[in-house]
């Protein structure tokens, strides 16, 4: 086999396009690249060009002969992709096509600036005459890549390349640390652009509901990941650490970030991008071992296949696995493989010194104990069973008591209701037709906001592309009305409501600050975390600015 695709994958699906011979799929049997969770080379039609390798925008494709040895069970994954797939591809990816826009000016506002925002302003300026403002509550962009993409990935993050790419675009711009909803309402937005597209996440997590949910020492993986990650919001939030043991509640892809961090050696996270303040309390953390709870079987795990091999490749973190049958026979090539790794995992010696992680299956949480704080969270095991053709968790009576002293649930997102759009409560997210907001006109939705809290760093190419051809249909077909304010009156009505807020240029400023302060200390960057400190690095001395540049002008 000559390229492998590896743990970092994201699923943007652009070496898809650069390969010469459609060699690379999300599954054998179908191309759904809205689910893939990652992609494959196939073994067979891949030719060793390498084209894929300068298309991907994370650095996952590397050839066979360049693998690290944590990265070798990617080789067969791929390769057991497409053995007997029994399907035909055509010799060349089919290409989305692109709606070409009807001559004159279109201005769209973008509200967020994550993956799907920064997609969805590429897909926009692949079109002549667009302008793109990307409005942002705070001082940096990027969303979940910043915030959310643990600091011990930092292939994934590496994606932040493509986007300065998306930035450095003529036509877009942003408009940072400000808030629609506050300094600028939809109205606002609407009076100077054709069109406002939505691609605020899904923030507010699921809830247990169970008693001492509130208690100190139970939280949300979300908060400690933004926590580690230098989210100025959660910049003074305070961790107890002092506890042998955490608990995590959930077993997606968060919760493995999670107990990933606090069972690391603090000494392998110096060189990543990890915030100050979390490298320092991690330093003085006492947590030895971490529990991470799913209420149902190992078939039925939400972690992904990449992260699975990903953690069973650390040579730092022993893996146990607890309350489930590995030996299952199931069909899923995905689930042959979870199971699989998990035997491996479970057939492994403790090697001294490790930390530890245990996949705890069939087990739900009923009470969190404590009085002041936490002291244990009481936990009863679980059978499978099948109803109405769903696998769903039947609690049993057996239940015992798991002393920790850090309760972190992750069982899910959900979107905030936005000012002004409608809003359905039950799967919140904007109720929405392929992206056209029900019942407004010239309001748009994308990502996480549109669909729910489902897919990947990749899913929301395709997700802003399809959003954006219907943008786009409806400026040529007339639908959308006149921006009444011009860009020179939307600029002085950012600088009225809002003169801290910083365009692409004071981005730009802020990313340099942090990168010279972490290649002093041979770290990608060094985060600043305090709102002063980011407007402060914000405002570099002057210097000629880009034609189109310079909304949100300080």
Known sequence: MAHVVTQACCGDASCVFACPVNAIHPTPDEDDFGLAEMLYIDPVS?????????????????????????????????ALFHLGAGREHPSQAPVAPVLAK????????????????????????????????VFERLPTPHGLVRAGVAPDHQSTKSIDGLFRQ?????????????????????ADLAE?????????????????????????????????????????????????????????????????DVARILATDPARLETTDIAEHALEALR???????????????????????????LLGRDDIDVTVEGTDLTEVVDDVVVGQKLSALRAAAARPARPGNRRIVLRFTSSPVEILGEEAVTGVRVVRNRVVERGGALLAEPTEDSEVIETGLVLRSIGYRGVALADMPFDERAGVVPNVRGRVDGIRGAYAVGWIKRGASGFIGTNKSCAHETVEHL???????????????????????????????????????????????????????????????????????????RLRGLARR
């Open 192 to 256: 100077h652009h054709h069109a406002v597209v939505y691609a605020t996440g899904a923030s507010q997590d699921r809830s247990l509901g169970i008693p001492g949910e509130q208690l100190p020492g139970s939280g949300t993986a979300t908060a400690f990941v933004a926590w580690y990650n230098g989210h100025p919001d959660h910049a003074d939030q305070q961790i107890d650490l002092s506890a042998e043991r955490a608990v995590i509640v959930g077993n997606g892809n968060v919760a493995l």
């Open 166 to 186: 998306i930035e450095d675009q003529p036509g877009f711009d942003y408009v940072l640390n400000v808030e629609v909803g506050t300094d600028l309402t939809h």
């Open 102 to 133: 009807v001559p004159g000016e279109l201005r769209v506002a973008i509200v967020g600036s994550g993956p799907a925002a920064l997609y969805a302003a590429d897909e926009l300026l692949k079109r002549p005459d667009v302008e793109v403002n």
């Open 472 to 546: 786009v249909a409806d400026f040529n077909a007339g639908l959308l009305a006149e921006p009444v304010g011009s860009r020179r009156d939307l600029a002085a009505l950012v600088r009225e409501r809002r003169p801290g807020a910083i365009d692409v240029d004071g981005w730009r400023a802020i990313d340099r600050a942090e990168r010279q302060g972490g290649a002093q200390q041979g770290r990608p960057r060094r985060k600043l975390t305090r709102f002063d400190e980011l407007l402060d690095a914000s405002r570099p001395a002057p210097r000629p600015r880009r």
């Open 284 to 310: 003085g953390s006492r947590v030895r071992e971490v529990v991470v709870l799913g209420r149902r079987g190992a078939a039925q795990a939400a972690f992904t296949l990449p992260e699975l091999i990903g």
């Open 46 to 78: 891949c030719v060793d060009c390498g084209a894929c390798v300068g298309a991907c925008p994370v650095g996952a494709i590397v050839p066979d002969t360049k693998l690290q040895e944590q990265q070798l069970p990617f080789v067969d994954v791929n």
